[in-house]
Every structure is written in structure tokens, then in C-alpha cells.
């Protein structure tokens, strides 16, 4: 993506095998995702040579009611998306990865209409709104990154209220923790072993669930071994093979839901 010919390199790839085992398939797609969002990012940083900030679990990125101005980009660390419920409660909305974007809620209105809050120590990048319009005039490369970006912020928050319309409490977790997994994979992260960033509250904030629904339902999924709880803390969560998170997940859509006991 630095330039066109390494764009239609990337294009030149071989197929993958559809006859290939599925891991191999899981494999193939993840290195090539892993990939999308190095090459994604370093054409940022050749464009624009963008203001880094370095932030901290806590810190506020931007918040409701905030003039909109810029676009935020993740280089390192995870974050979430909060919204203020009318009777004051914090609702978790979207959680954000490396190569992930931040901002577009302030596009329509001029005013960012959520927060959002850093999980943990990580790099943000700062590109102005307007900077970018116009080096996309230049690039065509930059408004298909914007595109993107914005496509998949769509798809996920569908599946997202699919996934509290349709699953039950155990499968919404699953999924929840498959997410999480497959979202690290895509980025060359290991999965056996993920810590949680969120306190069982946040993610139940998040899934629509109570947190005594969140823990029972971990406890449930670790007794069937689908999830292991690491030695040093109930936060790192071990997962013997994130497929059997989502083939329990498939499972649960049955007509005759999925229930752990």
C-alpha cells in the first residue's frame, strides 16, 4: 500500500486453497489481515507524519460533546467506546484494536457523541479531518483505507445487536471471547492466552447482561473447557482452541439452544 506497486503486489498473491484444512485457512487469512493493517498504517505515517500521543488505562481520547476536528488511528493498546445513558449509567459500545479508528461518531454533527477511553498503555495517532480529505484527493489509496475503516465499524456494531437479539448468555459470552481472540490473531497476537481488559461488569455492561450473568456464565464455559482461568488472576483467560468457542457459538442459533449446566 506505499505505493502502487506494492499495492498490486499484494494483489498478486496466490490464492489461498479452498480445499486447504481450515486451520490452515484460519492461518492464511489472519498473517494476510495482520499484514492489511501493517501496510494500512505505514501509509499513514508516509503521508502524514502524524502526531503520536502515548496514553494510559483511563485516559480520555475524546469525549461527548467534544468539537470534532480529528480522526484518531490505534498503533498500539485497546480501547472502548462509552456512551452516557439517559438515567447516567456508562454503556460500553465498541471495543477498538490496533489499526482500528476512532472519531467518525463526530463526522454528521461537528460533535464527537460518545467517549473514548483507553484500556491500557498504548499509541495513538492524531490525523486532522480536514488534512485528510485533502490527501485523499492526492492518494485515492487513503479513501479506500477511510472506506474500509468505516465498513467494517458497520458490520461489527450488526453483528454486535445480532449477537444480544439472538444468542443466549453462554453463547454471548463465547462469541464475546472468540471476538477478542480472533481480533488479536488478526494482528499477529498470540490467542491461547488473553487478558481481559474490561472488569466482568463492563463486559456485561456491554453484552446487555448482569455481572453475576457474565461470571456465572464463565464458570459454566470453564467447566465444559472451553476457557481455562490462568493461575495469576481471573482477568487472563486461557482458550484451548478458539473454534470450539465459535462451533458452540454456531451451535446455540440451533432451534434447541445451547445451555451449559
Not at 470534532?68 to 484494536?97: C, H, M, Q, T, W
Not at 483507553?118 to 477511510?146: C, F, N
Not at 446487555?208 to 490462568?230: D, K, N, Y
Request: include cysteine; proline fraction near 3%.
Amino acid at each position: 500500500m506505499l505505493s502502487s506497486s506494492t499495492a498490486a503486489a499484494g494483489a498478486a498473491e496466490p490464492a489461498v486453497d479452498p480445499a486447504a484444512p481450515a486451520g490452515e485457512l484460519r492461518d492464511e487469512a489472519n498473517r494476510r489481515a495482520s499484514q492489511s493493517i501493517a501496510a494500512a498504517l505505514a501509509l499513514l505515517h508516509q503521508v502524514f507524519v502524524p502526531q503520536r500521543r502515548i496514553v494510559h488505562a483511563g485516559d480520555l481520547i475524546y469525549q461527548s460533546g467534544e468539537r470534532f476536528g480529528n480522526l484518531y488511528v490505534l498503533n498500539s493498546g485497546f480501547f472502548k467506546i462509552v456512551n452516557l445513558a439517559p438515567d447516567g449509567r456508562e454503556l460500553v459500545v465498541g471495543l477498538k484494536f490496533r489499526g482500528d479508528w476512532l472519531g467518525f461518531d463526530g463526522i454528521a454533527g461537528g460533535r464527537y457523541t460518545c467517549d473514548a477511553v483507553a484500556m491500557d498503555t498504548g499509541e495513538i495517532w492524531v490525523l486532522r479531518y480536514e488534512q485528510l480529505l485533502e490527501a485523499s484527493l492526492r492518494q485515492p489509496e487513503l479513501l479506500r483505507l477511510l472506506h474500509e475503516a468505516m465498513s467494517r465499524e458497520l458490520a461489527h456494531d450488526r453483528d454486535a445487536l445480532m449477537s444480544v437479539c439472538t444468542l443466549s448468555a453462554d453463547a454471548r459470552v463465547a462469541d464475546f471471547l472468540r471476538y477478542w481472540a480472533e481480533s488479536l490473531a488478526r494482528r499477529g497476537m498470540r490467542t491461547d492466552q488473553i487478558t481481559l481488559r474490561m472488569t466482568r461488569a463492563e463486559i456485561g455492561n456491554y453484552l446487555g447482561m448482569t455481572l453475576e450473568t457474565v461470571s456465572r456464565a464463565l464458570s459454566r464455559l470453564a467447566r465444559h473447557q472451553l476457557i481455562h482461568f490462568a493461575e495469576k488472576g481471573r482477568r487472563d483467560i486461557q482458550i484451548p482452541q478458539v473454534e470450539a468457542l465459535a462451533e458452540f457459538v454456531q451451535r446455540s442459533l440451533a432451534p434447541a439452544d445451547v445451555v451449559l449446566q
